[in-house]
């Protein structure tokens, strides 16, 4: 048996989080004994499967404890207070605060692999990120990347600092689709062709361009509902460009959704209008559900949909991003050979795969490790 922890700082929300439940979810706990370690309390029963350890290292997260907590990792000394257990493999699931934590480890034996979900090239100063957390990634044996597009980021930045690898997430294929099938919410309805998009409200995914890409359309003729759907720091920014541009009653930001999959199913056209990604959950998520893509080209997209054969890729820019957008509304067909092609790539998907993927990576490398 295989003793493995994942350290995240939370396990709710999106994108890390997600794909880390989906995998600890989806592993044999016949070959591992899994350890799930937060910051703070979280609601495990909901998110974690039976069999599986959850950890936290504070009592609950108030003004108190944030200050312990940021003390306390600033002198490297999580791990060896906060951080108990005889681990085989340890695995820091998210880049920052995780790993600079999970670096302080005191198991001279563990497989130390740090994830990395995204483009750190397009991270603000990058350059200057990288040589103040070069000495955190130098403490481990793998630096595991989403996508090669992130792996080769990664590279540039941290040279030859620590081997890094590619492993792809894995993905709840079979709980996308059961949520997909259940009835939309009284709050929604669908009143006719509909594009949706699902992330933080966040810089990164960019949903002013989504925004400004729809009232563009409307202007041009071309009728249709926008839905945005998730939270975040920018949500009070999207409002005012719809209120400033009159788009209340075609544009709605819906919030958070424990099930976004009923609203992607029901849309026509799914759309990522993002400056960057590491590896887009959503699009994975858009595929399995066999829906027509617009995205920018940003990292991952061309592993997920090639060169546009399974989704349409602009270029990273406003304009191009409107112009793909208005083609998959006007083109003939386009949209129906877009669904077809989503189908086909979706079935590559499936989380049975990608977990023993995952697993295969793990017993492979800690072999290494020992030497056998």
């Known amino acids: 048996m295989t003793n493995i922890l994942f350290f995240i700082e939370s396990l709710s929300g999106g994108g890390a989080e997600k794909v880390l439940r989906n995998l600890v979810n989806a592993m044999d ?5 899994i350890t799930v370690q937060t910051l703070y309390p ?3 029963g909901k998110y974690l499967a039976p ?4 950890r936290y290292c504070y009592p609950a997260k108030n003004r108190i404890n944030e200050l312990r907590m940021r003390a306390e990792a600033a002198a490297g000394l999580t791990y060896p207070l906060r951080i108990k257990g005889d681990y085989d493999i340890e695995v820091a699931y998210l880049e920052c605060g995780s ?3 999970m670096a302080s480890s005191t198991n001279a034996k563990a497989l130390k692999l740090a994830w990395v979900h995204s483009d750190l090239q397009n991270w603000a100063n990058p350059d200057d990120f990288a040589a103040a957390t070069k000495k955190y990634y130098a403490r481990y044996d793998l630096a595991v990347c989403v996508s090669e597009n992130v792996r080769k980021s990664f590279e540039k930045l941290y040279g030859d600092t620590v081997p890094a690898v590619t492993v792809y997430n894995t993905i709840d294929d079979g709980e996308i689709l059961r949520k997909s099938a259940e009835t939309l919410s009284p709050d929604v309805s669908k009143r006719k062709l509909t594009i949706a998009a699902v992330g933080r409200l966040s810089a990164p995914k960019h949903f002013i361009r989504a925004l400004t890409a729809h009232k563009r359309m409307l202007e041009d003729g071309l009728d249709h509902d926008l839905w945005i759907v998730g939270d975040g720091e920018e949500r009070s920014l999207l409002e005012a460009y719809i209120h400033e541009n009159h788009l209340e009653a075609s544009a709605k930001l819906l919030g958070f959704r424990e099930n976004p999959y009923n609203l992607m199913y029901a849309a026509d056209i799914l759309v990522c209008s993002s400056i960057f990604e590491g590896f887009s ?3 994975t998520e ?6 027509p893509i617009v995205t920018t080209d940003v990292s991952g997209m061309h592993e997920l949909l090639g060169d546009s054969e399974y989704g349409l890729i602009t ?3 406003d304009e191009a991003f409107y112009e793909g957008v208005k083609r998959m509304l006007t083109e003939p067909r386009l949209l129906e050979h877009y669904a077809e092609q989503a189908k086909i790539r979706g079935r590559d998907f499936k989380c049975e795969k990608l977990a023993k993927d995952t697993e295969a990576f793990f017993e492979r490398e800690l ?6």
Request: glycine share 12%; aromatic share 10%.
């Open 281 to 283: 959950t959503f699009v």
């Open 286 to 291: 858009g595929l399995i559900l066999g829906k």
């Open 42 to 44: 979280d609601d495990a």
């Open 367 to 372: 072999r290494k490790k020992r030497g056998k």
């Open 99 to 101: 790993t600079k934590i």
């Open 51 to 54: 069999g599986i350890r959850y």
């Open 315 to 317: 270029a990273n820019d």
């Open 29 to 33: 706990q016949t070959k591992f004994c």
